[in-house]
């Protein structure tokens, strides 16, 4: 399934993130609207640079079952990206949002790669090895370049 079937929604980041959907009269809306800073459509545009890293890091084309871990990680990096462009004079600080979404964007990153890599009954997969092998050199040591082709 493509990417776009497991980007989130402006609501699903705001709903991680309430504290940050605040007016400029300071109220908070639970979600991002074009009244709140960041507006909506900022967090749009943030959310497309969350899910351009996320897919580069597992793939455009996921199976249904990784979707929802996709989502939450492309969600925790949306919520980094928003604390460091809207709220950069706080991610410095051990105890910052911007450090607890950090610590579970690679969380779950990390067991979504783990989770895409293990061997599932069935599944055929195309894979490339190098193959090396030790050649001796004419004094007898072993020629670490001797794999390599030289026009």
Do not use: W
Request: aromatic share 8%; glycine share 6%.
């Amino acid at each position: 399934m493509p990417s776009s079937d497991y980007r989130p929604a402006i609501a699903d980041i705001g709903a991680r993130m309430f504290a940050r959907t605040r007016d400029l009269d300071g109220k908070p809306h639970g979600n991002f609207t074009a009244t709140t800073v960041p507006s909506a459509t900022a967090v749009d545009a943030l959310i497309d640079d969350a899910l351009a890293t996320v897919e580069a890091a597992v793939g455009k084309d996921l199976d249904g079952d990784f979707l929802k871990s996709a989502r939450t990680c492309v969600t925790f990096n949306a919520c980094m990206l928003i604390e460091l462009s809207y709220f950069p004079e706080s991610t410095e600080a051990g105890d910052s949002a911007y450090r607890a979404y950090e610590a579970r964007y690679e969380d779950a990153l990390k067991h979504l790669k783990e989770a895409l890599t293990l061997d599932r009954p069935g599944d055929q997969r195309v894979v490339s090895l190098q193959m090396r092998s030790s050649v001796r050199g004419p004094s007898g040591r072993l020629d670490p370049f001797a794999n390599n082709l030289i026009p």
